[in-house]
């Protein structure tokens, strides 16, 4: 474990991204992004994928309607992705980061704890159902919740308004940039834990507080000690 920078004497609650920190569903995403943009005769890249990723799902539906000059509306693209992600957790095995989902469960029996994801509310409860933590957390907040999606802090300062729990007092796990941008412009600290399918970009290291290998490492009681 490394460290970046100071964080507040104590740790409150606990804040979790949900795509590449407890489910592996970036390449998911990418997939079904490739197959609704090929049916089309159209062409989805990783740099495309990655441009997407902590994006609101009005965010990255305008980045595929950009990117691929669609003449389809905004919400057009989203259903038609997020419907594809609910199916195939409703059909196939959810991708679980290793062990992430039994240090989800632990962290939530001692301390408050929140998702705070840029998926759809509708994307967010089905992988909560596939892997069994839909009653972990107090609150789920997502990015479509609030006006700005990360790397604004408005879904983390939504979910530790819910929590009760000052900013300062909060401890957000990401994996993206955009994620960890976020969390320090809500004034938290921030853990990385890097997704070896899709890896951070430059500078997302520097950018947080801690940097973990894996989540099951994670104990919030020893991250300040």
């Known amino acids: 474990m490394t460290s970046a920078a100071a964080g507040p004497a104590t740790i409150e609650a606990v804040l979790f991204d949900l795509d590449g920190v407890i489910v592996d569903s970036e390449p998911w995403w990418h997939a079904v992004r490739i ?51 609910v199916e195939k957790y409703a059909h196939e095995p959810a991708p679980r980061v290793p062990g992430a989902v039994e240090a989800v469960a632990r962290i939530a029996a001692r301390f408050p704890s929140a998702i705070a994801s840029s998926a759809h509310p509708s994307v967010i409860r089905a992988a909560l159902r596939a892997v069994g933590l839909e009653e972990c ?9 609030v006006p700005a999606g990360k790397p604004a ?9 819910r929590l009760g729990v000052p900013p300062e007092r909060c401890l957000v796990v990401e994996d ?11 004034g938290m600290t921030v ?16 950018a947080a507080d801690f940097v973990i290998a894996r989540l099951a490492d994670l104990d919030p009681r020893l991250l300040l000690a």
Request: aromatic residues 6%; hydrophobic residues 45%.
């Open 35 to 85: 197959e609704w943009a090929a049916a089309r005769g159209l062409t989805w890249t990783e740099a495309d994928n990655r441009a997407c990723m902590g994006r609101n799902s009005r965010d990255w539906a305008r980045i595929m309607q950009e990117r691929l000059h669609l003449d389809l509306t905004i919400p057009q693209i989203e259903r038609a992705i997020m419907g594809a992600l």
């Open 137 to 145: 957390f107090r609150v789920v907040v997502s990015s479509d919740d």
């Open 153 to 161: 802090p408005d879904v983390f300062l939504e979910a530790a308004r």
């Open 176 to 186: 993206s940039l955009n994620g960890v941008l976020a969390g320090r412009a809500a």
């Open 191 to 206: 853990v990385l834990i890097p997704n070896p399918s899709f890896l951070p970009g430059e500078g997302t290291a520097e």
